[in-house]
Structures are given as C-alpha cells and as structure tokens.
C-alpha cells in the first residue's frame, strides 16, 4: 500500500531525539529550531516526561471518559495555576483542529448564534468548522464551504467595528491566533485583541483565542494572547501541551456553563496523554522556561537583526519569523542540507523558528553561526 501524499517530504530519516537535537540512521546530527512545527515544548525526549509516560503506561493507559480520571483533574489544576486561569474550566481532546472545532460549537451553543468572524491569513485546522475559518481556499473542500464565516482584515479595528455594528446580533464568536503561525509570524497588536474583547462584551459573543502555536509558554507569556492585558472566552491548546504525545484541549471561561453531551470525545484526556501532559507542565515550572524563552527569543532576535540580508525580523519569544530576499529563496532548503539545522517557512518567503522552549544560548549560537555561513556561501553563488 502506499502513502497517501499530503505534504512534500524532506528525505531523512530521523531515528533518535535529545532536547533540541536529532540524529539521522545515519548517525548525522542536526540542530531543530523547527520544533516539529512548534510541538516540541521541553526538548525532545526530556526524561521527566519519558518516565511519567513509562511510569503510566506501566499502569493503565486508556479507560473511558465515562469514568472518574484524577489524572484530568489534576491537569486542570497545574494548568489553570501556570496559565494565571484557575477559575477556568477544561475539556481534553486530541488535536488543534478538534480543539477550534470544539470552542466554535462551544460558542454556538452558548448563545444560538451562527456566524464567526475570523481573519486574513488564519490557520486554525482541517476540520470542517476550522478549516472554513482557515482564510485558504486550497483547504476548504466544497463540503466545508459555508456563508457562516465572516473574514476579516487582521488587525484593522474598523473593519471589525462595522462588522459588529452590520451582525452584531448574528456574531457567535470571533477567532484570533496571538501570533498568526502558518500565516507568516503575524503578531495580533494588542488593541486589537481588546477591541474584540470589548465588542464580544458589548454584542454577546465569544472571544476564541486559537493558542495552538502560539500558546503553551512559546511568546515568553503562557498564552500570547496575554500580553493585551484582557481575557479570552476560551483558549484553545495543542501541539506543545504534549511534546509530541498527542493531547489537546480549550479551557472556558466561567461564565459558560456545561449542558451534558453537548461536547464529548473517545481518546481525549485518557491516562497517558494527561501523564504526558503533566509531565510537560511539570518541567516548565521546575525549569523556569518561560524565562529562558524571554531570553533566548530576546538573542535570537538582536543578532537576527544585525544580519543585512533578513528583512522585517518579528514574532516574540521563541516563535520568530523573517522574510528573505528573492536570492536567498532556498534558505531553509541549504540550511538543512548544508549546515544539519531544521527550521521552518511559511509562503511564499518566510522563515519560521520554533525551537524547543528549553533551546541553550549555545544551540541559538550554532544557529547563528550556521546561518550566517550558509547566506555567505549562497551570496558567493549568486554573484
Ligand atoms: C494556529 C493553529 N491552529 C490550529 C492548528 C491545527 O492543529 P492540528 O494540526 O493539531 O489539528 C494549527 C496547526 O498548525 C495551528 O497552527
């Protein structure tokens, strides 16, 4: 049988991962400041996590959720002290997109409303919900296309002001990642983010933080969507709440209260996704990553900016994006063959960098120093 071909494949075989390196069957070495796609928060294979997964796994790994599972609660508990949101309220599920899908019909039930309003160049999944508030044609299949979805201009306040003032009474909720991942490294400016706080208020909707990239200590504040000062309605989480162990998850505002049934999952919040989900947690707080994520972001970006050829340096903390030059198209391509350093892009011209939170002063040098050499050698060959 073959494999159904979804993306465009880099041939290399990882076959072993430590913090922010991995090894090839090879034997070769490479620097991930890539993070497979920010979902390496802790470093790869951090042993804490290893052996809350082992430890568990040794116990029970899945019984369904029609049963008491303490792990959940205490999972709630670690993330609603580290997040600063303690009296929110959490569902497990498994993926980014589930989580989107699951805060938009959250919001629908919440206040019988239908349309939601979301923005140029968002990326919040492939399900059918999400992915019609994706602002990318290629994506929605014609199953997905639906007139619910109001696409805005990112961060124009009067764009959404009218909005509100023409639909207001239709408007469910309103979508926003704090830092647009897949879109480029676009950050939400924070009037922006309390201009939808305060609309949602005035108009009765719901503000949907997606923090699936951006979340999870990656911007130096556990949600980015912190740094405008006000609070969202639900806040959705993925890919660095597990490092790479499956696990998903919203957590709602009290104000909106469960009805029995309406949201409900087969695999989300079992035993060994919230081992791991702890176990992640637990090194964030015993090793103070956020604060290594301040610094490290803060470095990355300085000597970033003292490299003439990368324009527009931006995003914060460790989700970092720059544009390159039309000769230094192939950048990530020569990065990775050339000098062993995984990083990401976003179209057409976009470098994104999403290393490990846990990333050392001496892996961000390397880094440097490789990218440095690399646009050297590609300058020469395009003279
Ligand atoms: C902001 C954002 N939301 C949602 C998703 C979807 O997550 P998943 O691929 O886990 O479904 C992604 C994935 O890249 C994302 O970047």
Redesign the pocket.
């Known amino acids: 049988m073959d494999l159904f071909k979804v993306y465009p494949i880099n041939n290399v075989n990882i076959v072993k991962a430590k913090g922010s390196y991995l090894w090839d069957d090879k034997g070769e070495q490479y620097l991930d400041m890539y993070g497979g796609?920010?979902v390496i928060s802790i470093g790869h294979t951090h042993p804490h996590w290893v052996q809350r997964i082992q430890e568990q796994l040794n116990k029970i790994a899945f019984y369904s959720n029609s049963i008491k599972i303490p792990l959940q609660e205490e999972l709630a508990d670690k993330l609603g002290k580290l997040s600063g949101k303690e009296d929110y309220q959490l569902f497990l599920c498994?993926?980014?997109?589930?989580?989107?899908e699951n805060a938009m019909k959250l919001a629908s039930f919440h206040n019988g409303r239908k349309k939601v309003v979301a923005f140029s160049k968002?990326?919040?999944?492939?399900?059918s919900l999400?992915v019609s508030a994706?602002d990318n044609k290629n994506y929605i299949a014609p199953v997905n296309e639906t007139d619910h979805v109001i696409f805005l201009p990112f961060n124009d306040e009067q764009a959404l002001e009218d909005c509100f003032k023409n639909h207001g009474d239709q408007i469910s909720s309103v979508i926003i990642?704090g830092i647009?991942?897949?879109g480029g490294i676009n950050v939400a400016e924070e009037d922006f983010l309390k201009k939808i706080r305060s609309l949602c208020d005035q108009y009765g909707a719901v503000y949907i933080a997606?923090?699936?990239?951006?979340g999870y200590g990656r911007s130096g504040k556990f949600f980015s969507h912190d740094f405008a000062g006000v609070k969202a309605d639900i806040y959705?989480m993925?890919?660095g709440m597990g490092n790479g162990f499956?696990v998903?998850g919203i957590i709602i505002a009290p104000h909106i209260q469960p009805k029995l049934f309406q949201l409900g999952t087969t695999f989300g919040g079992n035993h060994l996704a919230c081992a791991a989900a702890l176990g992640v947690l637990e090194v964030l707080e015993s090793e103070k990553l956020l604060g290594n994520v301040v610094m490290m972001g803060k470095y990355l970006k300085e000597e970033l900016n003292l490299i003439p050829e990368l324009k527009n340096v931006r995003g914060r903390g460790l989700m970092i994006g720059f544009d390159l030059p039309e000769q230094l198209k192939d950048l990530k391509k020569s990065l990775l063959q050339n000098q062993k350093i995984f990083t990401g892009e976003a179209k057409p011209n976009v470098i994104r960098l999403l290393p490990s939170l846990a990333l050392k002063k001496k892996d961000a040098e390397q880094f440097i120093e490789g990218i440095r050499e690399e646009i050297a050698s590609m300058s020469v060959q395009a003279v």
């Open positions: 796609h920010a498994n993926s980014g997109a589930e989580a989107n968002s990326f919040h999944g492939r399900t999400a994706t990642e647009q991942g897949v997606d923090s699936v990239q951006c959705t993925a890919k499956p998903a």
